[in-house]
């Protein structure tokens, strides 16, 4: 993966990522890694995560639309920018929250409105931001799932 990123990365113009967590909440911990790399490479790095938690995070376990959560900034109707303070709407701290406590900002994908809309969205975001390479990760088997 490491050469076929590097080959990537010399096209890209911007030198700016978006590297996500394509499964469950906890999965943008295992964008760290790559997320080093890119920087290495001098990229700017944005970190993001489904909106996904599981049941002991949350009493409504499973993905979120962007309109269940409060304190988060919204970009378009898929993605939206999360920080420490985004809540769900009955006070349950998500896990894009809770990595923002580190990474300070977090984009939050919301895969409720199907797949071409969320394409959509993230192109939209990918365009007006500038980003030029996006690279999604999975820490286990449940993006096989969806």
């Given at each position: 993966?490491?050469?076929?990123?590097?080959r990537?990365?010399k096209?890209?113009?911007?030198?700016?990522?978006?590297?996500?967590?394509?499964?469950?909440?906890?999965?943008?911990?295992?964008?760290?890694?790559?997320?080093?790399?890119?920087?290495?490479?001098?990229?700017?790095?944005?970190?993001?995560?489904?909106?996904?938690?599981?049941?002991?995070?949350?009493?409504?376990?499973?993905?979120?639309?962007?309109?269940e959560?409060?304190?988060?900034?919204?970009?378009?109707?898929?993605?939206?920018?999360?920080?420490?303070?985004?809540?769900?709407?009955?006070?349950?701290?998500?896990?894009?929250?809770?990595?923002?406590?580190?990474?300070?900002?977090?984009?939050?994908?919301?895969?409720?409105?199907?797949?071409?809309?969320?394409?959509?969205?993230?192109?939209?975001?990918v365009?007006?931001?500038?980003?030029?390479?996006?690279?999604?990760?999975?820490?286990?088997?449940?993006?096989?799932?969806?």
């Amino acid at each position: 993966m490491k050469m076929e990123i590097l080959r990537i990365a010399k096209q890209c113009r911007f030198k700016k990522a978006l590297i996500f967590g394509m499964g469950g909440g906890g999965d943008i911990v295992g964008c760290v890694t790559t997320a080093n790399f890119l920087k290495e490479l001098g990229f700017e790095v944005l970190y993001g995560s489904i909106v996904w938690d599981r049941m002991v995070v949350d009493p409504k376990p499973g993905p979120r639309m962007i309109e269940e959560l409060k304190n988060i900034d919204v970009v378009n109707s898929t993605v939206a920018i999360a920080n420490e303070n985004t809540r769900t709407y009955y006070d349950v701290i998500p896990t894009v929250a809770r990595a923002s406590k580190i990474l300070k900002k977090v984009v939050a994908l919301d895969i409720t409105k199907g797949v071409k809309k969320l394409v959509d969205g993230i192109a939209s975001f990918v365009e007006q931001s500038k980003i030029d390479l996006i690279v999604g990760m999975d820490s286990g088997g449940d993006a096989l799932c969806m």
